[in-house]
Protein backbone atom coordinates (compact mmCIF):
# COMPACT_ATOMS: atom_id res chain seq x y z
CA UNK A 1 0.00 0.00 0.00
CA UNK A 2 1.41 3.68 -0.79
CA UNK A 3 2.35 5.45 2.19
CA UNK A 4 2.04 8.59 0.13
CA UNK A 5 -2.02 7.93 0.09
CA UNK A 6 -2.32 8.06 3.70
CA UNK A 7 -0.31 11.46 4.17
CA UNK A 8 -2.87 14.02 4.43
CA UNK A 9 -1.65 17.40 4.93
CA UNK A 10 -3.42 19.87 7.87
CA UNK A 11 -5.87 22.65 6.64
CA UNK A 12 -5.05 26.03 8.27
CA UNK A 13 -8.20 28.40 8.91
CA UNK A 14 -9.11 31.56 10.47
CA UNK A 15 -12.36 31.60 11.86
CA UNK A 16 -13.61 34.87 12.13
CA UNK A 17 -16.53 35.44 14.97
CA UNK A 18 -14.97 32.75 17.12
CA UNK A 19 -16.29 33.95 20.14
CA UNK A 20 -20.20 33.42 18.69
CA UNK A 21 -22.65 30.71 18.36
CA UNK A 22 -20.76 29.47 14.94
CA UNK A 23 -17.35 30.42 15.96
CA UNK A 24 -17.58 27.88 19.24
CA UNK A 25 -19.80 25.30 16.86
CA UNK A 26 -16.77 25.43 14.42
CA UNK A 27 -13.75 24.99 16.79
CA UNK A 28 -16.08 22.08 18.52
CA UNK A 29 -15.81 20.34 15.43
CA UNK A 30 -11.86 21.25 14.84
CA UNK A 31 -11.06 19.68 17.82
CA UNK A 32 -12.96 16.72 16.96
CA UNK A 33 -11.00 16.49 13.85
CA UNK A 34 -7.12 17.80 15.29
CA UNK A 35 -5.48 15.93 12.57
CA UNK A 36 -7.50 17.48 9.56
CA UNK A 37 -7.41 21.36 10.91
CA UNK A 38 -4.91 23.28 12.92
CA UNK A 39 -6.27 27.23 14.22
CA UNK A 40 -3.98 30.09 12.29
CA UNK A 41 -6.22 33.33 13.29
CA UNK A 42 -9.02 33.85 15.62
CA UNK A 43 -11.29 36.90 15.36
CA UNK A 44 -14.00 38.58 17.40
CA UNK A 45 -15.23 42.19 18.43
CA UNK A 46 -15.31 42.19 22.51
CA UNK A 47 -16.16 38.84 24.25
CA UNK A 48 -12.12 38.66 25.27
CA UNK A 49 -12.88 36.41 28.22
CA UNK A 50 -13.84 33.83 25.55
CA UNK A 51 -11.44 34.47 23.38
CA UNK A 52 -8.41 34.36 25.33
CA UNK A 53 -9.83 30.86 26.51
CA UNK A 54 -9.96 30.20 22.95
CA UNK A 55 -6.09 31.41 22.72
CA UNK A 56 -5.07 29.21 25.16
CA UNK A 57 -6.89 26.34 24.07
CA UNK A 58 -6.18 26.13 20.07
CA UNK A 59 -2.74 28.49 19.95
CA UNK A 60 -3.38 30.56 16.92
CA UNK A 61 -0.33 32.70 15.29
CA UNK A 62 -2.90 35.64 14.88
CA UNK A 63 -5.84 36.87 16.91
CA UNK A 64 -7.59 39.58 15.82
CA UNK A 65 -9.84 42.40 18.45
CA UNK A 66 -12.28 44.47 16.36
CA UNK A 67 -12.94 47.14 19.34
CA UNK A 68 -9.68 48.93 19.73
CA UNK A 69 -10.54 49.92 23.17
CA UNK A 70 -10.96 46.05 24.11
CA UNK A 71 -7.64 45.55 22.07
CA UNK A 72 -6.20 47.25 24.24
CA UNK A 73 -6.98 45.06 27.23
CA UNK A 74 -6.28 42.45 25.66
CA UNK A 75 -2.71 42.93 24.43
CA UNK A 76 -1.96 43.22 28.29
CA UNK A 77 -3.75 39.50 29.11
CA UNK A 78 -1.82 38.27 26.23
CA UNK A 79 2.00 39.23 27.06
CA UNK A 80 1.49 37.17 30.17
CA UNK A 81 1.37 34.24 28.17
CA UNK A 82 4.15 32.55 27.41
CA UNK A 83 3.43 32.02 23.45
CA UNK A 84 1.55 34.69 22.80
CA UNK A 85 0.27 34.99 18.56
CA UNK A 86 0.14 38.57 17.01
CA UNK A 87 -2.38 40.75 18.50
CA UNK A 88 -4.38 42.49 15.21
CA UNK A 89 -7.01 45.82 15.65
CA UNK A 90 -10.26 46.16 13.46
CA UNK A 91 -11.70 45.68 10.21
CA UNK A 92 -7.91 45.64 8.66
CA UNK A 93 -6.91 43.17 11.31
CA UNK A 94 -9.50 40.55 10.17
CA UNK A 95 -8.68 41.72 6.68
CA UNK A 96 -5.44 40.73 6.68
CA UNK A 97 -6.14 37.16 8.39
CA UNK A 98 -8.68 36.29 5.88
CA UNK A 99 -5.91 36.69 3.22
CA UNK A 100 -2.50 35.40 5.05
CA UNK A 101 -0.87 32.44 2.88
CA UNK A 102 -1.41 30.05 5.15
CA UNK A 103 -5.03 30.45 6.16
CA UNK A 104 -6.65 28.12 3.22
CA UNK A 105 -9.70 28.00 5.18
CA UNK A 106 -11.89 31.15 6.27
CA UNK A 107 -15.15 30.64 8.36
CA UNK A 108 -16.83 33.87 7.60
CA UNK A 109 -18.94 34.28 11.30
CA UNK A 110 -19.14 37.49 11.96
CA UNK A 111 -22.74 38.72 12.55
CA UNK A 112 -23.98 41.37 10.46
CA UNK A 113 -22.56 43.49 7.97
CA UNK A 114 -19.40 43.81 10.35
CA UNK A 115 -18.66 40.94 8.39
CA UNK A 116 -18.77 42.00 4.65
CA UNK A 117 -15.28 43.49 4.26
CA UNK A 118 -13.34 40.40 5.88
CA UNK A 119 -15.28 37.73 3.47
CA UNK A 120 -14.73 39.53 0.45
CA UNK A 121 -11.30 39.86 1.49
CA UNK A 122 -11.19 35.72 1.70
CA UNK A 123 -13.02 36.04 -1.55
CA UNK A 124 -11.17 38.14 -3.48
CA UNK A 125 -7.65 35.99 -2.10
CA UNK A 126 -9.24 32.82 -3.24
CA UNK A 127 -10.11 31.33 0.03
CA UNK A 128 -12.18 28.35 0.82
CA UNK A 129 -14.61 30.65 2.53
CA UNK A 130 -17.11 28.95 4.49
CA UNK A 131 -19.76 31.40 4.71
CA UNK A 132 -22.24 31.60 7.26
CA UNK A 133 -22.58 35.54 7.35
CA UNK A 134 -25.78 35.89 4.91
CA UNK A 135 -25.79 39.48 5.60
CA UNK A 136 -22.67 40.06 3.09
CA UNK A 137 -24.09 38.07 0.36
CA UNK A 138 -27.16 39.68 1.14
CA UNK A 139 -25.78 43.18 0.59
CA UNK A 140 -22.79 42.49 -1.86
CA UNK A 141 -23.78 39.34 -3.57
CA UNK A 142 -23.15 39.97 -6.72
CA UNK A 143 -19.48 41.34 -6.08
CA UNK A 144 -18.92 38.40 -3.64
CA UNK A 145 -19.61 35.85 -6.37
CA UNK A 146 -17.72 37.68 -8.78
CA UNK A 147 -14.75 38.07 -6.65
CA UNK A 148 -14.77 34.54 -6.18
CA UNK A 149 -15.22 33.31 -9.58
CA UNK A 150 -11.76 35.80 -10.51
CA UNK A 151 -9.37 34.77 -7.52
CA UNK A 152 -11.12 30.60 -7.91
CA UNK A 153 -12.19 30.94 -4.61
CA UNK A 154 -14.69 28.72 -2.90
CA UNK A 155 -17.46 29.79 -1.22
CA UNK A 156 -19.54 26.94 0.76
CA UNK A 157 -22.80 27.30 2.47
CA UNK A 158 -22.96 26.69 6.13
CA UNK A 159 -26.81 28.16 6.83
CA UNK A 160 -27.79 25.02 7.60
CA UNK A 161 -30.77 25.34 4.89
CA UNK A 162 -28.30 26.46 1.83
CA UNK A 163 -26.26 23.66 3.12
CA UNK A 164 -28.48 21.52 2.68
CA UNK A 165 -29.34 22.37 -0.80
CA UNK A 166 -25.62 22.06 -2.05
CA UNK A 167 -25.62 18.55 -1.10
CA UNK A 168 -29.04 17.59 -2.59
CA UNK A 169 -27.54 19.83 -5.76
CA UNK A 170 -24.66 18.07 -6.34
CA UNK A 171 -23.19 18.99 -9.40
CA UNK A 172 -25.09 22.21 -9.87
CA UNK A 173 -22.33 23.64 -12.37
CA UNK A 174 -23.53 21.43 -15.01
CA UNK A 175 -25.77 23.10 -16.90
CA UNK A 176 -27.93 20.07 -17.79
CA UNK A 177 -28.32 19.68 -13.69
CA UNK A 178 -29.40 22.85 -13.33
CA UNK A 179 -31.97 22.94 -15.83
CA UNK A 180 -33.67 19.74 -14.58
CA UNK A 181 -34.53 22.19 -10.64
CA UNK A 182 -37.82 23.08 -10.82
CA UNK A 183 -37.67 24.86 -7.15
CA UNK A 184 -35.91 24.33 -3.93
CA UNK A 185 -37.46 24.35 -0.43
CA UNK A 186 -36.53 26.23 2.38
CA UNK A 187 -38.11 25.17 5.91
CA UNK A 188 -38.53 27.61 8.31
CA UNK A 189 -39.10 27.01 12.12
CA UNK A 190 -41.26 29.58 12.39
CA UNK A 191 -39.66 30.65 15.24
CA UNK A 192 -40.73 31.17 18.96
CA UNK A 193 -44.17 33.20 18.37
CA UNK A 194 -45.30 30.55 15.18
CA UNK A 195 -48.74 29.87 17.27
CA UNK A 196 -49.05 33.08 19.36
CA UNK A 197 -51.98 34.89 18.61
CA UNK A 198 -51.51 37.91 16.38
CA UNK A 199 -52.91 40.46 19.54
CA UNK A 200 -50.02 39.10 21.85
CA UNK A 201 -47.45 39.95 19.78
CA UNK A 202 -46.95 43.95 20.43
CA UNK A 203 -45.71 43.10 23.48
CA UNK A 204 -43.29 40.09 23.62
CA UNK A 205 -39.76 40.58 24.73
CA UNK A 206 -36.22 40.01 23.64
CA UNK A 207 -35.98 37.28 25.85
CA UNK A 208 -38.83 35.63 24.36
CA UNK A 209 -37.92 35.84 20.57
CA UNK A 210 -34.65 34.82 21.48
CA UNK A 211 -35.91 31.61 22.78
CA UNK A 212 -35.66 29.85 19.72
CA UNK A 213 -37.43 25.81 19.97
CA UNK A 214 -34.99 24.33 17.71
CA UNK A 215 -32.02 26.10 17.52
CA UNK A 216 -29.46 27.52 19.59
CA UNK A 217 -28.09 30.85 18.10
CA UNK A 218 -26.87 34.75 18.41
CA UNK A 219 -29.46 37.34 19.45
CA UNK A 220 -29.49 38.87 15.83
CA UNK A 221 -30.75 35.88 14.11
CA UNK A 222 -32.64 34.46 16.73
CA UNK A 223 -34.70 37.69 16.45
CA UNK A 224 -34.34 37.46 12.55
CA UNK A 225 -35.62 34.21 12.82
CA UNK A 226 -38.79 35.41 14.81
CA UNK A 227 -40.02 38.01 12.29
CA UNK A 228 -38.80 35.63 9.69
CA UNK A 229 -36.66 38.07 8.25
CA UNK A 230 -33.95 35.61 8.66
CA UNK A 231 -35.97 33.55 6.20
CA UNK A 232 -36.06 36.31 4.05
CA UNK A 233 -32.27 36.84 3.82
CA UNK A 234 -32.53 33.45 3.52
CA UNK A 235 -34.23 33.43 0.15
CA UNK A 236 -32.02 36.29 -1.13
CA UNK A 237 -28.89 34.13 -0.19
CA UNK A 238 -30.60 31.08 -1.67
CA UNK A 239 -30.82 33.39 -5.22
CA UNK A 240 -27.44 34.22 -5.03
CA UNK A 241 -25.86 31.06 -4.24
CA UNK A 242 -27.43 28.66 -6.30
CA UNK A 243 -28.47 31.21 -9.45
CA UNK A 244 -31.85 30.51 -9.51
CA UNK A 245 -35.06 33.02 -9.73
CA UNK A 246 -36.64 33.53 -6.77
CA UNK A 247 -39.82 31.99 -8.45
CA UNK A 248 -37.59 28.84 -7.98
CA UNK A 249 -37.43 29.55 -3.84
CA UNK A 250 -39.99 28.34 -1.83
CA UNK A 251 -40.32 28.69 2.08
CA UNK A 252 -42.00 25.90 3.86
CA UNK A 253 -42.87 26.09 7.57
CA UNK A 254 -41.85 22.99 9.21
CA UNK A 255 -41.65 23.28 12.99
CA UNK A 256 -39.40 20.28 14.02
CA UNK A 257 -36.29 21.77 12.06
CA UNK A 258 -35.58 17.94 11.04
CA UNK A 259 -35.87 18.31 7.26
CA UNK A 260 -33.49 21.69 6.13
CA UNK A 261 -34.04 21.47 2.88
CA UNK A 262 -35.95 20.05 -0.42
CA UNK A 263 -34.64 20.25 -4.52
CA UNK A 264 -37.21 19.09 -6.70
CA UNK A 265 -36.04 18.15 -10.15
CA UNK A 266 -38.50 17.92 -13.19
CA UNK A 267 -38.46 14.28 -13.29
CA UNK A 268 -40.55 14.06 -10.28
CA UNK A 269 -37.50 13.62 -7.85
CA UNK A 270 -37.07 15.23 -4.59
CA UNK A 271 -34.03 15.21 -2.77
CA UNK A 272 -34.34 16.17 0.95
CA UNK A 273 -31.50 16.76 3.85
CA UNK A 274 -32.38 15.58 6.95
CA UNK A 275 -30.43 16.00 10.43
CA UNK A 276 -30.97 16.89 14.07
CA UNK A 277 -30.58 20.98 14.08
CA UNK A 278 -27.32 21.40 15.20
CA UNK A 279 -24.92 23.75 13.13
CA UNK A 280 -21.85 21.11 13.53
CA UNK A 281 -23.48 18.94 10.89
CA UNK A 282 -23.47 22.39 7.51
CA UNK A 283 -19.85 23.03 9.55
CA UNK A 284 -18.35 19.84 9.83
CA UNK A 285 -19.93 18.99 6.35
CA UNK A 286 -18.40 22.50 4.18
CA UNK A 287 -14.91 22.11 6.45
CA UNK A 288 -14.21 18.91 4.97
CA UNK A 289 -15.86 19.29 1.86
CA UNK A 290 -15.87 17.11 0.05
CA UNK A 291 -14.62 14.49 2.63
CA UNK A 292 -16.80 13.41 5.83
CA UNK A 293 -15.65 13.70 8.92
CA UNK A 294 -16.81 13.68 12.68
CA UNK A 295 -19.03 16.38 13.72
CA UNK A 296 -20.72 15.08 17.38
CA UNK A 297 -24.17 14.97 16.34
CA UNK A 298 -26.25 11.30 15.33
CA UNK A 299 -28.02 10.79 12.37
CA UNK A 300 -31.70 10.64 13.14
CA UNK A 301 -33.76 7.43 12.99
CA UNK A 302 -36.84 8.40 11.19
CA UNK A 303 -38.94 5.89 13.32
CA UNK A 304 -38.73 8.64 15.80
CA UNK A 305 -40.44 11.29 13.69
CA UNK A 306 -43.59 9.83 12.46
CA UNK A 307 -45.41 13.78 13.05
CA UNK A 308 -43.35 16.34 10.87
CA UNK A 309 -45.05 18.90 9.81
CA UNK A 310 -45.00 21.68 6.77
CA UNK A 311 -47.07 24.17 5.75
CA UNK A 312 -46.96 27.62 4.04
CA UNK A 313 -45.95 30.30 5.95
CA UNK A 314 -48.49 33.21 6.62
CA UNK A 315 -47.56 36.26 5.36
CA UNK A 316 -49.57 38.66 7.38
CA UNK A 317 -47.81 37.18 10.52
CA UNK A 318 -44.50 37.20 9.17
CA UNK A 319 -44.15 40.74 6.66
CA UNK A 320 -40.86 40.88 7.13
CA UNK A 321 -40.54 37.63 5.10
CA UNK A 322 -42.88 39.00 2.30
CA UNK A 323 -40.39 42.56 2.06
CA UNK A 324 -37.69 40.53 1.50
CA UNK A 325 -39.58 38.77 -1.39
CA UNK A 326 -40.91 41.89 -2.62
CA UNK A 327 -37.01 43.57 -2.30
CA UNK A 328 -35.33 40.89 -4.10
CA UNK A 329 -38.07 41.02 -6.82
CA UNK A 330 -37.06 44.57 -6.97
CA UNK A 331 -33.38 43.88 -7.76
CA UNK A 332 -31.83 46.58 -6.55
CA UNK A 333 -29.72 48.59 -3.91
CA UNK A 334 -33.13 47.72 -1.69
CA UNK A 335 -31.64 44.52 0.03
CA UNK A 336 -28.80 46.70 1.40
CA UNK A 337 -31.18 49.20 2.66
CA UNK A 338 -33.61 46.57 4.31
CA UNK A 339 -30.35 44.71 5.31
CA UNK A 340 -28.89 47.73 7.49
CA UNK A 341 -32.24 48.99 8.56
CA UNK A 342 -33.22 45.66 10.16
CA UNK A 343 -29.93 45.49 11.92
CA UNK A 344 -30.45 49.17 13.17
CA UNK A 345 -34.18 48.11 14.35
CA UNK A 346 -33.02 44.29 15.96
CA UNK A 347 -30.49 46.00 18.14
CA UNK A 348 -32.90 49.21 19.33
CA UNK A 349 -35.70 46.14 19.67
CA UNK A 350 -32.63 44.26 21.78
CA UNK A 351 -32.13 46.94 23.55
CA UNK A 352 -35.60 47.58 24.44
CA UNK A 353 -36.53 50.79 22.69
CA UNK A 354 -38.73 49.79 20.26
CA UNK A 355 -41.72 46.99 20.61
CA UNK A 356 -40.83 43.69 18.00
CA UNK A 357 -43.81 44.90 15.57
CA UNK A 358 -41.79 47.81 15.12
CA UNK A 359 -39.10 45.92 14.04
CA UNK A 360 -40.86 45.62 10.73
CA UNK A 361 -42.64 49.14 10.52
CA UNK A 362 -39.21 50.53 10.78
CA UNK A 363 -37.59 48.17 7.81
CA UNK A 364 -40.42 48.76 5.55
CA UNK A 365 -40.41 51.95 6.11
CA UNK A 366 -36.78 52.40 5.17
CA UNK A 367 -37.14 50.80 2.22
CA UNK A 368 -40.33 52.59 1.13
CA UNK A 369 -38.49 55.73 1.06
CA UNK A 370 -34.87 54.64 -0.39
CA UNK A 371 -33.94 55.37 -4.20
CA UNK A 372 -32.61 53.10 -6.24
CA UNK A 373 -28.73 53.00 -6.45
CA UNK A 374 -26.40 51.19 -9.23
CA UNK A 375 -24.01 49.26 -7.20
CA UNK A 376 -20.78 48.79 -9.00
CA UNK A 377 -18.48 48.50 -5.92
CA UNK A 378 -18.06 48.30 -1.93
CA UNK A 379 -17.74 51.75 -1.46
CA UNK A 380 -21.47 52.26 -3.10
CA UNK A 381 -22.80 49.39 -0.71
CA UNK A 382 -21.33 51.28 2.72
CA UNK A 383 -22.56 54.29 1.51
CA UNK A 384 -26.35 52.99 1.33
CA UNK A 385 -25.57 51.19 4.08
CA UNK A 386 -24.48 54.22 6.33
CA UNK A 387 -27.78 55.99 4.88
CA UNK A 388 -29.94 53.13 5.54
CA UNK A 389 -28.57 53.07 8.99
CA UNK A 390 -29.19 56.53 9.62
CA UNK A 391 -32.84 56.81 8.52
CA UNK A 392 -33.44 54.27 10.41
CA UNK A 393 -32.24 55.70 13.53
CA UNK A 394 -34.53 58.80 12.98
CA UNK A 395 -37.46 56.88 12.06
CA UNK A 396 -36.42 55.23 15.95
CA UNK A 397 -35.87 58.44 17.70
CA UNK A 398 -39.51 59.51 16.12
CA UNK A 399 -41.23 56.63 17.70
CA UNK A 400 -39.61 56.62 20.95
CA UNK A 401 -40.24 60.37 21.62
P1 LIG B 1 -23.25 35.56 17.46
O1 LIG B 1 -23.92 36.84 17.86
O2 LIG B 1 -23.38 34.40 18.34
O3 LIG B 1 -21.70 35.84 17.20
C1 LIG B 1 -21.29 36.90 16.41
C2 LIG B 1 -19.80 36.90 16.28
O4 LIG B 1 -19.43 38.05 15.50
C3 LIG B 1 -19.08 37.05 17.63
O5 LIG B 1 -17.87 36.36 17.58
C4 LIG B 1 -18.82 38.55 17.69
O6 LIG B 1 -17.74 38.92 18.52
C5 LIG B 1 -18.48 38.81 16.24
N1 LIG B 1 -18.62 40.21 15.90
C6 LIG B 1 -19.70 41.00 16.02
N2 LIG B 1 -19.42 42.25 15.60
C7 LIG B 1 -18.12 42.24 15.20
C8 LIG B 1 -17.24 43.21 14.70
N3 LIG B 1 -17.60 44.49 14.51
N4 LIG B 1 -15.98 42.84 14.40
C9 LIG B 1 -15.57 41.57 14.60
N5 LIG B 1 -16.35 40.60 15.09
C10 LIG B 1 -17.62 40.94 15.38
O7 LIG B 1 -23.79 35.24 16.00
P2 LIG B 1 -24.02 33.81 15.33
O8 LIG B 1 -22.81 32.95 15.53
O9 LIG B 1 -25.35 33.30 15.71
O10 LIG B 1 -24.13 34.21 13.79
C11 LIG B 1 -23.00 34.57 13.03
C12 LIG B 1 -23.40 34.65 11.56
O11 LIG B 1 -23.78 33.35 11.15
C13 LIG B 1 -24.62 35.55 11.29
O12 LIG B 1 -24.46 36.18 10.08
C14 LIG B 1 -25.77 34.57 11.23
O13 LIG B 1 -26.82 35.03 10.42
C15 LIG B 1 -25.09 33.36 10.63
N6 LIG B 1 -25.75 32.10 10.96
C16 LIG B 1 -25.80 31.69 12.26
C17 LIG B 1 -26.42 30.50 12.60
C18 LIG B 1 -26.46 30.02 14.01
O14 LIG B 1 -26.91 28.91 14.24
N7 LIG B 1 -26.01 30.77 14.98
C19 LIG B 1 -27.08 29.68 11.56
C20 LIG B 1 -26.92 30.19 10.24
C21 LIG B 1 -26.29 31.35 9.95
P3 LIG B 1 -18.03 39.27 20.09
O15 LIG B 1 -18.45 37.99 20.73
O16 LIG B 1 -16.73 39.75 20.56
O17 LIG B 1 -19.12 40.30 20.08
MG1 LIG C 1 -30.68 29.13 8.30
Known sequence: MSTNANIQTSTGIAILGSTGSVGKNTLDVIERNQERFHVVALGANRSVDVLFEQVQRFSPKYVVVSDPDYAKKF???LSRLSNSPKLLVGNSGLCEVATLQEVDCVM???????GLMSTLAAAEAGKIVLLANKESLVMAGNL??????NSGATLLPIDSE???VFQCLANVANKEVKAGVQKITLTASGGP??????????DVTPEQACAHPNWSMGQKISVDSATMMNKGLEVIEACLLFGLDITKVNVVIHPQSIVHAMVAYRDGSVLAHLGFPDMRVPIAHAIAWPARIDSGVESI???????LEFFTPDLNRFPCLRLAIEVQ???????VVMNAANEVAVQSFLERKIKFLQIYDVVASV??????VAINDVEVIMSIDRQARAAADKQISQLVH
Do not use: M, Q, Y
Not at 301 to 307: I, V, W
Not at 329 to 335: F, R, V, Y
Open 75 to 77: AER
Open 108 to 114: AAIVGAA
Open 144 to 149: LLNAAH
Open 162 to 164: HNA
Open 193 to 202: FLKTPLNKLA
Open 301 to 307: DLTDFSG
Open 329 to 335: NSGNSAS
Open 367 to 372: VDSSEP
